[in-house]
């Protein structure tokens, strides 16, 4: 299946089902801005308000046959198989905190930065979420055009493939290279000092070669929450 057969069939046929799966308050699909760099085709990422509920239609962190009974969440279960390579695919059930928000969750037409963050060796999941949040973020709140910033930690660490998913949006993609560069590049060494001092800091509890990133252009493709912060997997 090529690339565009594969966004074709997403959007137009998987999307519709996606939408109504059971609990899902939120639900967005980020398309690459250079198919050719991108390390994924894209990404899907469904909202749900509590844990349970996600558990009930997506199955656990642990499992990739889960097989709901009936409803949407068995037909969009069934429906993978005809476009995606499920042992290919990572995904992580995770909670959203938002670190900053120029946006009010309009999101549609941005660009996003996803990085799948592995932490560096030696250091403990505690260790790494305590650095990220308390040195990192403060610093990457100021990366120059970052409209928003969200950070996804996985619910359950020990059975998750990342430490977590850092998610920054910017305005264009001028924008998003600008500050945090190419997709193509994972050894960008910005000029701006508010752009400078993130990226001097990954090496400090990042594995980088271990990092999946991905920059696209979002679009909701449904929204009925009530509160920015929940639970999402990607």
Do not use: C
């Given at each position: 299946?090529?690339?565009?057969?594969?966004?074709?069939?997403?959007?137009q046929?998987?999307?519709p089902?996606?939408?109504e799966?059971?609990?899902?308050?939120?639900?967005?699909?980020?398309?690459?801005?250079?198919?050719?760099?991108?390390?994924?085709?894209?990404?899907?990422e469904?909202?749900?308000?509590?844990?349970?509920?996600?558990?009930?239609?997506?199955?656990?962190?642990?499992?990739?046959?889960?097989?709901?009974?009936?409803?949407?969440?068995?037909?969009?279960?069934?429906?993978v198989?005809?476009?995606?390579d499920?042992?290919r695919?990572?995904?992580?059930?995770?909670?959203e905190?938002?670190?900053?928000?120029?946006?009010?969750?309009?999101?549609?037409?941005?660009?996003?930065?996803?990085?799948?963050?592995?932490?560096?060796?030696g250091?403990?999941?505690?260790?790494f979420?305590?650095?990220?949040?308390?040195?990192?973020?403060?610093?990457?709140?100021?990366?120059?055009?970052?409209?928003?910033?969200?950070?996804?930690?996985?619910?359950?660490?020990?059975?998750a493939?990342?430490?977590?998913?850092?998610?920054?949006?910017?305005?264009?993609?001028?924008?998003?290279?600008?500050?945090?560069?190419?997709e193509?590049?994972?050894?960008?060494?910005?000029?701006?000092?508010?752009?400078?001092?993130?990226?001097?800091?990954?090496?400090?509890?990042?594995?980088?070669?271990d990092?999946p990133?991905?920059?696209?252009?979002?679009?909701?493709?449904?929204?009925?929450?009530?509160?920015?912060?929940?639970?999402?997997?990607?």
């Amino acid at each position: 299946m090529s690339h565009d057969e594969f966004v074709e069939y997403w959007q137009q046929n998987h999307t519709p089902i996606a939408r109504e799966i059971e609990g899902v308050v939120r639900y967005q699909t980020v398309l690459p801005a250079d198919p050719e760099a991108a390390e994924f085709d894209g990404l899907a990422e469904l909202y749900f308000d509590d844990l349970d509920d996600l558990y009930a239609a997506l199955g656990s962190e642990g499992s990739r046959d889960y097989d709901p009974a009936k409803g949407k969440a068995k037909q969009a279960r069934e429906d993978v198989d005809n476009f995606l390579d499920i042992d290919r695919r990572p995904r992580i059930i995770g909670e959203e905190t938002v670190e900053k928000d120029e946006t009010g969750g309009d999101t549609t037409g941005l660009y996003k930065h996803s990085a799948f963050l592995v932490r560096k060796d030696g250091m403990s999941h505690d260790e790494f979420l305590d650095h990220w949040a308390n040195t990192h973020v403060p610093l990457a709140r100021e990366i120059p055009g970052v409209v928003r910033y969200a950070r996804v930690v996985p619910t359950d660490p020990e059975n998750a493939e990342f430490d977590g998913i850092a998610e920054l949006y910017f305005e264009s993609l001028d924008a998003l290279r600008a500050g945090l560069g190419h997709e193509s590049s994972r050894d960008y060494d910005p000029d701006d000092p508010k752009a400078k001092a993130p990226r001097e800091d990954v090496d400090n509890f990042l594995s980088i070669g271990d990092r999946p990133r991905f920059v696209g252009q979002e679009t909701v493709q449904k929204d009925a929450t009530t509160k920015r912060d929940g639970n999402v997997t990607e």
